[in-house]
């Protein structure tokens, strides 16, 4: 059966799968179970101002979305997170100092990382750092999440 859907692509899954639709549906299960730890993890991680742990959940949902064909969502929407959460947490670690060893090692690996990006995204990053922007991702990230799980849940009969 053919679906026209508005936020996913299965033809990855397709893909990878071989056209088997068992496989397939597996696979779309266990996004959808993920995407609670997902979304209510990005908003928790926000609300307390965790920007480490929100660039770490950032990057591992940017792949499930984007194996779900949410590439959009993926390479712009949580990229972008991503990088605004990294660079918040690099300013939380210059404002008070790195600690520990450790600190210092993530700092220097944050800083390295951002500059390896083209100057342009690296400009985007540092002109919209403000909480209005990452909660106006945050807040297109979850919708998309939801009209997705609809229409997955459609797919697997659920």
């Known amino acids: 059966m053919q679906h026209t859907f508005k ?21 779309i299960e266990i996004f959808i179970e993920q995407l609670p730890e997902f979304t209510d993890g990005i908003r928790e991680c926000m609300d307390k101002g965790d920007w480490a742990q929100l660039a770490a959940l ?6 499930s979305v984007m194996s779900m064909g949410m590439t959009e969502i993926g390479n712009i929407d949580l990229k972008n997170l991503e990088l605004l959460s990294k660079n918040r ?14 600190e210092i090692k993530e700092l ?25 922007t990452i909660k106006q991702i945050i807040d297109k990230f979850v919708h998309a999440c939801n009209i997705a799980r609809a229409e997955l849940n459609s797919v697997i009969g659920a």
Do not use: C, F, M
């Open 7 to 27: 936020v996913v692509d299965l033809s990855y899954l397709n893909s990878i799968a071989d056209g088997n639709q068992e496989i397939i549906k597996e696979l």
């Open 89 to 102: 947490r690099i300013k939380e670690l210059d404002t008070r100092g790195p600690s520990t060893d450790k």
């Open 108 to 132: 220097d690996t944050l800083k390295k990382n951002l500059q390896s990006y083209p100057t342009e995204r690296q400009e985007w990053v540092y002109n919209n750092d403000a909480n209005d």
């Open 58 to 63: 950032a990057h591992k949902a940017k792949s």
